[in-house]
């Protein structure tokens, strides 16, 4: 390893190859494109707690990660090599790692409010539809919600167990087609559960 403890913010591009796929976003919005690619490296969590989280979206995130290049050119510990084996190159060993937005992101959807019932579905899945829809289950369309901001009630935490029917109403818009909200305790979550994710950024609660 490397002495130096870096904290980086760094960004991901999908190549469409096994290889390096991060770099430091200072780099990115600053090189020109000749001689970019020798700028990536990999990533390797210090620990399994420090796995990529499942909501992680390149085209909404960022990565703050804090840890060590090492001295030589390797592939992360742990990689299972496919048919295309993946090159040496630099690796960098993290023991912190941070989910952030990114600032220039901008969702195509519109920003609209919508009236959301709560549906206590038996799984680790979004939980919210739109109330006029209720009664035609082939039409409901199931919402994750993430708050805008930390200063935001948390819709998620209004279902104690037993307090049904729950019903909101928010602002905002859909940012993830086929994705997870941030910042969620997703460990049991399955791929198979991405949806549409609403991040708001007004809410009022109508019914709880």
């Not at 600053?30 to 390149?58: C, H, M, R, T, W």
């Not at 299972?80 to 993946?86: G, K, S």
């Not at 790692?97 to 220039?104: A, C, G, M, R």
């Not at 087609?177 to 949806?195: D, I, Q, T």
Request: charged fraction near 30%; glycine fraction near 6%; proline fraction near 5%.
């Amino acid at each position: 390893m490397i002495g130096k403890t870096q904290k980086l913010d760094i960004e991901y591009t999908a190549f469409g190859c096994a290889c390096p796929g991060w770099i430091r976003v200072k780099d990115l919005n600053s090189v020109k494109n000749q001689g970019i690619k020798n700028l990536y490296f990999y990533i390797e969590p210090a620990d399994e707690n420090l796995e990529l989280p499942v909501y992680f979206d390149v085209l909404r995130h960022f990565l703050r990660i804090k840890g060590q290049f090492y001295t030589k050119k390797d592939v992360p510990r742990g990689t299972i090599q496919n048919e295309e084996p993946m090159p040496r190159g630099k690796v960098f060993r993290y023991t912190e790692l941070e989910v952030l937005d990114k600032p220039d992101f901008k969702s195509d959807s519109k920003i609209e409010t919508l009236v959301l019932d709560y549906n206590a579905i038996a799984c680790t899945c979004a939980q919210w539809s739109e109330s006029h829809k209720k009664q035609n289950e082939d039409q409901k369309i199931y919402y994750w919600l993430e708050p805008a901001n930390g200063k935001l009630m948390d819709a998620d935490k209004l279902f104690t167990g037993n307090n049904l029917p729950v019903k909101i109403k928010v602002t905002g818009q859909v940012v993830s087609e086929k994705g997870f909200p941030k910042n969620k305790n997703l460990v049991k979550v399955s791929e198979k559960e991405a949806g549409k994710v609403f991040r708001y950024t007004n809410i009022k609660v109508l019914r709880k």
